[in-house]
Each structure stands twice: as structure tokens, then as C-alpha cells.
């Protein structure tokens, strides 16, 4: 079945900064990836997908790129704000009935 | 607006007590998943279901079951709660080949 692991947290940075939260991943075939942000005291929402090699998805300034080569998806901002503070998860799928999530990473941006 | 509903954002209930935790979409989606989430495990599968009246184990059933009467509905019930049970719910429900939609959380107390 699919496994990911993703890059531990937390991760706090001062707004504007660089972001890179890393995922890498282990499934039968090619499937889809995806990013899911989870603002406090809500659930999981999409942030952004990529369905097969090379592709790039984003969203809200939000960049992942799909690289078969590394079996990797990392996810990247050029200039976190405070509003991003979050838990990001990384999952491979669906593949099959399962979606697998990653650990989560949290990330606190400070003013 | 595609959505996830759960029933409940916050429920505090006595140990021993039965608990139902219900989960409603407006997608016509064939599967929904029940999750639980807690600080430093990120989410784990309990149950999911691919179908009325059909439901398959997830990676930490023991202790819940659920039930699945209508395609729209997916019900968690916690047969005599216990204080180990109490956690962040989250519900979430996709087709086979899309990113999965999330309820709000149910964040259950058990005392």
C-alpha cells in the first residue's frame, strides 16, 4: 500500500520568509498527490494537487511539484504570512479505498 | 458548495456511555472514512465504508463500530466511551479517484 513521510514539525518562520515543507512517498504506480491545510479548529480543506509527473499544482501561493525520479512532493512558498499558520499534510492516493495521510506539519508564522 | 457535515463541533459525554457521531454529504459520494486525530499521531483510520451497508476496518477499530444505512450518511458509534476515546473526529468522504472532502471535527470529551 502507500506510505509518505513528511517533514517533522513545528516549523516557525517570520512572515515573508521562504517555506518548504518536505514529503516523500511510497506507492504502487502513479497515483495523484496532495496537500491539505488544516486552520485551527476546522478539518482538513485541499490546498493544492497534482495528478501525474512533472505536474506543478498551486494555489494561494502554494507550489508542488510532482517528481516520480525522487518519489517526492514538496511543497513551497516564496513569502509566508501570518494568515498560513497551520497544519499541513502531505498524502499519496487514493489509491485504492485508503488515503494515507502524513504526519502533519505545523507551521507558526510570526509577525 | 460541496459538504461534509458533521453533527456535532463539541461533545462531552460520560465514560460508558454510547456515543453516535454522524456524518452527512451532499456529493454522492461511494466512500466515506471515519478519522481520528491526536497531537503527534496525525490522522488514523478507524472505519470506511465503499458502499450502503458496507464498512471495512481501518488501522484502529477496536473499541468503535459504524454504520451505513443510507449513501449520504456515515455514523461512528462508540459502543461504551472511554476516556482514552477522547480526541478530534474528522469525517471525510470522496469518490474513487478525487481528493476527499472533510467535515468541520467533532472534538468529543469523554470525563
Known amino acids: 500500500g502507500n506510505s509518505v513521510t513528511q517533514m517533522e514539525g513545528p516549523v516557525t518562520l517570520s512572515e515573508e520568509a521562504f517555506l518548504t515543507i518536505n514529503c516523500t512517498y511510497t506507492?504502487?504506480?502513479?497515483?495523484?498527490l496532495f496537500w491539505y491545510v488544516q486552520y485551527p479548529g476546522e478539518g482538513l480543506q485541499l490546498l493544492l494537487k497534482?495528478?501525474?509527473?512533472?505536474d506543478k499544482g498551486s494555489n494561494k501561493g502554494f507550489e508542488a511539484t510532482y517528481r516520480k525520479e525522487t518519489t517526492s512532493f514538496h511543497l513551497e512558498k516564496g513569502s509566508v504570512q501570518v494568515s498560513d499558520s497551520a497544519v499541513y499534510f502531505c498524502?499519496?492516493?487514493?489509491?485504492?479505498?485508503?488515503?494515507?495521510f502524513g504526519a502533519g506539519t505545523r507551521l507558526f508564522v510570526k509577525a | 458548495d460541496v459538504k461534509v457535515t458533521q453533527s456535532s463541533r463539541y461533545l462531552v459525554k460520560r465514560t460508558g456511555e454510547k456515543v453516535f457521531l454522524e456524518c452527512v454529504q451532499d456529493?454522492?459520494?461511494?466512500?466515506m472514512f471515519w478519522y481520528r486525530q491526536d497531537p503527534g499521531l496525525g490522522l488514523r483510520l478507524i472505519y470506511f465504508?465503499?458502499?450502503?451497508?458496507?464498512?471495512e476496518k481501518g488501522d484502529i477499530p477496536e473499541g468503535y463500530s459504524v454504520s451505513r444505512e443510507k449513501k449520504e450518511r456515515f455514523s461512528l458509534i462508540l459502543e461504551s466511551a472511554s476516556t482514552n476515546q477522547t480526541s478530534m473526529y474528522l469525517c471525510?468522504?470522496?469518490?474513487?479517484?478525487?481528493?476527499?472532502?472533510f467535515g468541520q471535527g467533532t472534538r468529543l470529551t469523554v470525563v
Open positions: 471525510a468522504s470522496r469518490t474513487q479517484d478525487t481528493e476527499a472532502f
Open positions: 506507492a504502487t504506480g502513479y497515483p495523484s
Open positions: 497534482a495528478t501525474k509527473a512533472d
Open positions: 498524502a499519496p492516493g487514493p489509491g485504492g479505498f485508503k488515503t494515507i
Open positions: 456529493m454522492d459520494h461511494e466512500n
Open positions: 465504508s465503499y458502499d450502503v451497508k458496507m464498512k
